[in-house]
């Protein structure tokens, strides 16, 4: 009975989190009731008090632990952990954890959400928005610009550089506008909403790119010089970090710059003879200063003794002699400036090197640090935006879309359709924002920008998807009544760049995450890797037992929680989702197990496992997306009509995550741990979270189709065209006189249906062309009133024209084609002894 008291009592303490004075006496007195049980029998003191002093060795520490157990087991656990490249150690120093370490923890608290500095426009940001980017929204055709221009017309060009849209967040005292990253986002995604390729435009040169980088690690001389010209539109920017051979691997970049002596404005000075060639670089054709991600080299050994320096970035201007640029890539015709560069042998200064000579090697942490920014807001935005739109059009088109004599809303086969793109729109809305205003405090979200990116870009497939299977043939002839190909077109460049989403799920998501979040990983690995022993044991014997403690605190938690259905788990009051938290807390946990179970077997080996990565990353992504659905909420005061999107957006995520998991489990690589791990994670078996039912599924469709608040706080921060001939202008328009006159076509349906037939071919008028005889008809027969009619019939005209398509002269497309005929000629980069 000691012994058994002792381990219950430990155990009781571990998941309580109780350690010191308190634990000592509780473990001290559990060991004397349980040999006092025994009779004071001699094997109840022996093995009690033994295993009572491994206890308080353990807990309490000193030379004992350190030398007889924390030396033998550092050694091991050095063959244990993941060996990690230089890429990768610089990725684990850059960037800072939030959210994300709470979700790793096992035991998140939400107090700690709630009370997050959410995402905030100022009134001068808020203005910004309702006036120059109004304004350049409603100057942008996207039909013409892809069709007519193949780029964005000069005067938009003009507009954008004299309005500031290249500065957003280059400091007031620097000429720009000093924006937020919540402000930025907004941004990106109202142009989104009107133009992909104007959005891509504004976006670049405002995240990644040497803008960025120069306001984080420029010398003062880069900053005064380059900082008011890139606000101002005098310069325009690109960053070039994708190789032909590289692709996603930073670490295998061939472009180089070599340590020498040459020609600067008329002076010999120290710099770099820099050679590259890459390739889908947004902006390069038009770039006046390229930056690039080179590996910079001195074999003259003119800086010091070391020869292989490291990724650097650098600035080229493009009037330098040698550099290439002017090619155009055409992204899924989608007409931003995107384009190839390359250069060789081009001599630089090192003045060109941003953050100068003493910058030399440090790229790549650099370039981790921006990315984690740029990711978190650029794409996002994109698909959020997309997402907006698909719930703004596609819920209207489904309203005034009628078949078989009623509105095809109304038809369950298409509520399915219309429920994801509401509930994924809102979900992605919400991590836009948590992430957001996570930057807006400071944070460099590395984690969360690769979550934030993947998901996103996801969901926009998953919404664009849905949207053109509701809008069928509508949404597949292309031309300027199409109001969802330009985002149907453009949902695949989202997917690819910026890390294209396979290995971003597969590699980076949990295989960084699990290091960078993890309460004491980080600090294990660096003991492994010190040289001096002795600080290296130190380290490590401060970390490996509160490591252990965690570990065994989250299986008690995962196995207790999912016994009680997380009935034992204390949660917030607030909006009466307590059952949500909780699941959410068992879920976290269970991901901390799954995360240390992972690393202890599979160690180094995780890279090479990327199916188990992937839906590891999986299950995070649902975590992060159902706590952002909860701090949006919180943010706005629990409104009541907004509980059926948050309801659907945390019954999905939860069903998601447990099929994650359960994946993950039943396919884990250890395949002995199997069996322990769905007792421990899943003790009454994966079920019970089963995902929306289908009652609250046609709720949340019905949110984008009924005029209500909600509809419109849905698709909050996107560009809203009303004119009746823009492509969404025209279904808005239909969609709003459907609802105007409602009542009034109810009686003419009621009427036709009781025609005689003698008198009116209702179904043929209706619709046909002789709407003007059917509403006279009507008139005639009192079914409307005089001065109802000229409402009716352009209700009628509306509904009418909103499901017509483009049809086009074959004449005008022959002398087109003719006209296009050798006029796009490939242009190719000569090959280099290094290809």
Known sequence: MSVLFLVISALALIYLGLSGTVATVVLVLATLAGMSQDGWHVLSILFGGGLLALSLIMLHGGELRRDRLSKPLLGWVRGRLPTLSATESEALKSGTVDWDGELFSGQPDWATLHKAKPAHLTSEEQAFLDGPVDKLCDMLDDWKITHEHYDLPDKVWKYIRENGFFGLMIPKDQGGKGFSHTAHSEIVMKISTRSVSAAVTVMVPNSLGPGELLMEYGTDEQKAHYLPRLAGGDEIPCFALTSPIAGSDAGAIPDKGIVCKGQWNGEEVLGLKVTWNKRYITLAPVATLIGLAIKVYDPDQLLGDNDDIGVTC??????????????????????????????????????????????????????????????????????????????????????????????????????????????????????????????????????????????????????????????????????????????????????????????????????????????????????????DQRAAVDKFDQTFYRHIAHTTRNALRSTLLGLTFGLIEPAPRQGKIQGYYRQLSRFSAAFALMTDVTLLTIGGGLKARQRLSGRMADCLVHLYYASAVIKQWHEEGYPEEQRPLVEWCLESSLRDLQQAMRAAIINFPVTALRWPLRILVFPLGATGLNGPDDKLGAIVAATIVKDTPLRLRISRGAYINTREDDAMGRVLNAYRLANETRELRQRLHEAVRNRNEDEVDGIALLMGHQRKELVDWACKEGVIKAEECDKLLEALTALYDVIRVDAFDSEGLKALSRAAKGKRKVVERPAREDD
């Not at 650099?366 to 703004?392: D, F, N, W």
């Not at 109001?483 to 590699?507: C, D, H, K, W």
């Open 314 to 531: 650098v600035m080229v201007p493009r009037e330098t002699e040698g550099v290439n640029a002017g090619a155009r890539h055409l992204p899924m015709n989608t007409v931003f400036m995107n384009g190839p560069t390359w250069g060789n042998d081009v001599f630089i200064p090192m003045a060109q090197v941003i953050g100068g000579q003493e910058m030399l090697g440090k790229g790549w942490k650099m370039l981790l640090e921006c990315l984690s920014i740029g990711r978190s807001i650029s794409l996002p935005a994109l698909g959020t935006g997309a997402g907006k739109v698909a719930s703004l059009t596609t819920g209207s088109y489904a309203l005034v879309r009628e078949q078989f004599g009623r509105s095809i809303s109304q038809f369950e086969g298409v509520q399915e359709a219309l429920e994801p793109i509401a509930g994924y729109t809102w979900m992605m809305d919400a991590a836009r924002l948590l992430t957001a205003g996570m930057l807006d405090r400071g944070v460099r979200p590395s984690v969360p920008s690769a979550v934030l990116k993947y998901r996103n870009t996801d969901l926009m497939r998953e919404v664009i998807n849905h949207s053109m299977d509701v809008v069928a043939g509508r949404g597949v002839i292309t031309g300027p009544r199409n109001f969802m190909a330009r985002a149907y077109q453009a949902v695949p460049i989202g997917i690819t760049v910026e890390g294209a989403n396979i290995l971003t799920r597969s590699l980076m998501i949990f295989g960084q995450g699990a290091i960078r979040c993890h309460p004491y990983i980080v600090d294990e690995i660096e003991a492994a890797g010190m040289e």
